[in-house]
């Protein structure tokens, strides 16, 4: 079993970046399909973005393509989010997991708060 840690989050003005990053334990982590997605109060939990094992595959969710990047590095055990051109509907509280393969669970990080003040 994996367990994660999120951190970077913050407040931050509209059109600014932040960088959230996630720490994974174990010695498997590169066993696992990582990613990141978001809640904002009152709405369901929104896909944000996702990186294969290797991390030559990513994939993002429709709102957020072409400003925000993953990447991954499997000797350090952790996955981050480059968040560019940030929107205040960007505002969110952001969770990274972690995943084995689409028939397994998702492992998730325990949240961290993203504000974008516009």
């Known amino acids: 079993q994996v367990q994660l840690v999120d951190s970077g989050g913050g407040l931050v003005q509209a059109g600014g970046s932040l960088r959230l990053s996630c720490a994974a334990s174990g010695r498997t982590f590169s066993k696992y399909a990582m990613g990141w997605f978001r809640q904002a109060p009152g709405k369901e939990r929104e896909f944000v973005a996702a990186i294969s094992r290797s991390g030559s595959m990513t994939h993002y969710g429709d709102s957020v393509k072409g400003r925000f990047t993953i990447s991954r590095d499997n000797a350090k055990n952790t996955v981050d989010l480059q968040m560019n051109s940030l929107r205040s509907e960007d505002t969110a509280v952001y969770y990274c997991?972690?995943?084995?393969?689409?028939?397994?669970?998702?492992?998730w990080g325990q949240g961290t708060q993203v504000t974008v003040s516009s």
């Open positions: 997991y972690a995943r084995p393969g689409v028939r397994f669970r998702r492992y």
